[in-house]
């Protein structure tokens, strides 16, 4: 195929007709985190580069090896963002959100870039839905954190993930903690890859997150943090768990979760699921207390987590979750004539500005094939609009569902669709919930119509 009808490997489109379930997705999200106090923030798609090497952390495979980066016509290095994290500290320090009430409580969505292998649910343009929460170092914030993802996923109706869970400490503990690796490791260091054995002595719990064979397969004997957590951290990571049992969110220990990027204290989880593959990882986060302070602002404890929007739509399909039905076009217009065209063309723009969705015919079909094409529009009725309609002021509108018709007039015409539509589905709702019910619906909706 010709490259520039191929989109770059490790990308993929959404198409139109699969584009309502990720509206519907989306707006769950912000809904659910708009209930938890979450405002949108929106960032840019590239930064500096060094934002991300000090941010995410330059032992991490992410920056040392999968960041996008180049240099841009005024000579700076720029990189199309990894991650969501970064970019929404740094905005919170340049806009000085820190001055306001805290927690700021940030989500987004947005595209991330990682030049990774591609594989089923690893992709280099992917998606995320992500929240951070600035500014909260009690361990009742973790627990709220990990119940709004949770949340996210009950109102979605996605069974079956594992919440994994874990706690790296803060840099106090972790040093002692850093030791034990190192002596581990070093029996190893001939075997380890070259990445890691560059690791070994800034920052050994990396060498736990490598995805090459050897050394994943060396990791998996090595001591565990939570053998190290200062009192401090165990009662925090006490704190968390007593919380999740209070509201019921099941979850597992993982002491080998380090996860990804080098923010991470304390707090660390994931929501796994071992329906999609190799990459059931769908949701991950955790605490970083040290961020906001590394990035050039005070010591400002924080929080998030980020799901995977194409891993999570590939586990929605493993699933057969349920999707609400695409919306339907209330109204196809079929127009016989230049006469009819310019009529339809108002009676369109008065239903459309009432809030129907209205569609006519710029193609120039013939009557039969405006007709199918009604049909393959899926619209909800159809009209046919020629001279003697115009003439008489009234058409006829057929429910493409029943077959049913329905003469109205064309003179306040978006008042007369949408009574004979309200009616039409007032029966329909009398009809389901049968005659025994006796109730009369239209003394409901009495005042609406
Ligand atoms: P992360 O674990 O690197 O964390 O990514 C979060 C989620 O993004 C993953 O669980 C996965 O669902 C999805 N994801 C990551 N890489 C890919 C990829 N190549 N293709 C498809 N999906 C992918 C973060 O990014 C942190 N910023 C999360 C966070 C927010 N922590 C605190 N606040």
Same mark, same amino acid.
């Given at each position: 195929?010709?490259?520039?009808?191929?989109?770059?490997?490790?990308t993929?489109?959404l198409?139109p007709?699969?584009?309502?379930k990720?509206?519907?997705i989306?707006?769950?999200?912000l809904?659910?985190?708009?209930?938890?106090g979450?405002?949108?923030?929106?960032?840019?798609?590239?930064?500096h580069?060094e #934002?991300f090497?000090?941010?995410?952390?330059?032992t991490t495979d992410?920056?040392?090896?999968?960041?996008?980066t180049f240099?841009?016509?005024?000579?700076?290095?720029?990189?199309?963002?990894?991650?969501?994290?970064?970019?929404?500290?740094r905005?919170f320090l340049?806009h000085?959100?820190?001055?306001?009430p805290?927690?700021?409580?940030?989500?987004? #969505?947005?595209?991330c870039?990682r030049?990774?292998k591609p594989q089923?649910g690893?992709?280099?343009?992917?998606?995320?839905?992500?929240v951070?929460?600035?500014g909260?170092?009690?361990?009742?914030?973790?627990?709220?954190?990990?119940s709004?993802?949770q949340?996210i996923?009950?109102i979605?109706?996605?069974?079956n993930?594992?919440?994994?869970?874990?706690s790296i400490?803060?840099p106090?503990?972790?040093?002692?903690y850093?030791d034990?690796?190192?002596?581990y490791f070093?029996k190893y260091e001939?075997e380890?890859?070259?990445t890691?054995r560059?690791?070994?002595?800034? =920052?050994?719990?990396r060498?736990?997150?490598?995805?090459?064979?050897?050394?994943?397969?060396?990791?998996?004997?090595a001591?565990? %943090?939570?053998?190290?957590?200062c009192?401090?951290c165990?009662e925090?990571f006490?704190?968390?768990? &007593?919380?999740l049992?209070?509201?019921? %969110?099941p979850?597992?220990i993982n002491p080998?979760?380090?996860?990804?990027?080098?923010y991470y204290?304390? @707090?660390?989880?994931?929501f796994?699921?071992d329906? %999609?593959?190799a990459?059931? @990882?769908?949701?991950?986060g955790?605490?970083?207390d040290?961020?906001?302070?590394?990035?050039?602002?005070?010591?400002?404890?924080?929080?998030?987590f980020?799901? &995977?929007?194409?891993r999570l739509?590939l #586990?929605?399909e493993a699933?057969?979750?349920?999707f609400?039905?695409?919306?339907r076009?209330?109204?196809?217009?079929?127009?016989?004539?230049e006469?009819?065209?310019?009529?339809?063309?108002?009676?369109?723009n008065?239903l459309?500005?009432?809030?129907?969705?209205?569609?006519?015919?710029i193609?120039?079909r013939? #009557?039969k094939a405006?007709?199918?094409?009604?049909?393959?529009?899926n619209?909800?009725?159809s009209?046919?609009?020629g001279?003697?309609? %115009?003439?008489?002021g009234k058409?006829?509108v057929k =429910?493409?569902?029943?077959?049913?018709q329905?003469e109205?007039s064309?003179e306040?015409f978006?008042?007369n669709f949408?009574?004979?539509?309200?009616?039409?589905?007032?029966k329909?709702?009398?009809?389901t919930? &049968?005659?025994?019910?006796?109730v009369?619906?239209?003394?409901?909706f009495g005042?609406?119509m």
């Amino acid at each position: 195929m010709a490259l520039i009808t191929k989109a770059i490997r490790g990308t993929q489109d959404l198409l139109p007709n699969e584009s309502y379930k990720q509206q519907y997705i989306e707006k769950q999200m912000l809904e659910t985190a708009f209930n938890f106090g979450y405002k949108e923030i929106r960032t840019p798609v590239f930064e500096h580069t060094e #934002l991300f090497q000090r941010g995410v952390g330059d032992t991490t495979d992410v920056v040392q090896k999968e960041m996008y980066t180049f240099n841009d016509k005024g000579n700076r290095s720029i990189t199309l963002r990894p991650e969501g994290t970064a970019g929404a500290v740094r905005s919170f320090l340049e806009h000085g959100l820190y001055n306001e009430p805290l927690p700021q409580k940030v989500c987004y #969505l947005t595209s991330c870039y990682r030049y990774e292998k591609p594989q089923a649910g690893r992709l280099r343009e992917f998606h995320q839905f992500g929240v951070e929460c600035l500014g909260a170092a009690e361990p009742v914030a973790d627990a709220e954190l990990i119940s709004l993802a949770q949340n996210i996923f009950d109102i979605l109706q996605i069974n079956n993930l594992h919440l994994e869970i874990n706690s790296i400490g803060c840099p106090q503990c972790r040093q002692k903690y850093y030791d034990a690796l190192k002596e581990y490791f070093k029996k190893y260091e001939n075997e380890l890859c070259e990445t890691c054995r560059g690791r070994m002595e800034r =920052n050994p719990m990396r060498i736990l997150d490598c995805k090459s064979p050897v050394c994943s397969g060396i990791a998996k004997d090595a001591p565990t %943090i939570l053998d190290y957590l200062c009192d401090d951290c165990k009662e925090h990571f006490e704190a968390v768990k &007593g919380y999740l049992d209070i509201m019921e %969110i099941p979850y597992t220990i993982n002491p080998r979760i380090v996860r990804g990027l080098d923010y991470y204290t304390r @707090t660390v989880f994931e929501f796994v699921s071992d329906e %999609i593959g190799a990459q059931g @990882t769908v949701c991950g986060g955790g605490r970083y207390d040290g961020l906001v302070e590394e990035l050039g602002g005070s010591h400002i404890p924080s929080l998030g987590f980020a799901m &995977g929007l194409e891993r999570l739509m590939l #586990l929605m399909e493993a699933q057969g979750t349920p999707f609400p039905e695409e919306q339907r076009p209330d109204l196809f217009i079929a127009t016989m004539g230049e006469v009819a065209t310019k009529k339809a063309l108002a009676l369109a723009n008065e239903l459309r500005y009432d809030g129907a969705s209205v569609l006519y015919d710029i193609a120039g079909r013939s #009557l039969k094939a405006q007709m199918k094409y009604a049909n393959k529009l899926n619209a909800q009725y159809s009209m046919v609009l020629g001279e003697d309609e %115009i003439v008489k002021g009234k058409a006829t509108v057929k =429910n493409m569902d029943t077959g049913d018709q329905e003469e109205i007039s064309l003179e306040d015409f978006s008042e007369n669709f949408m009574r004979m539509s309200i009616n039409e589905s007032m029966k329909d709702l009398q009809n389901t919930m &049968g005659d025994g019910q006796g109730v009369d619906l239209s003394s409901l909706f009495g005042g609406m119509m």
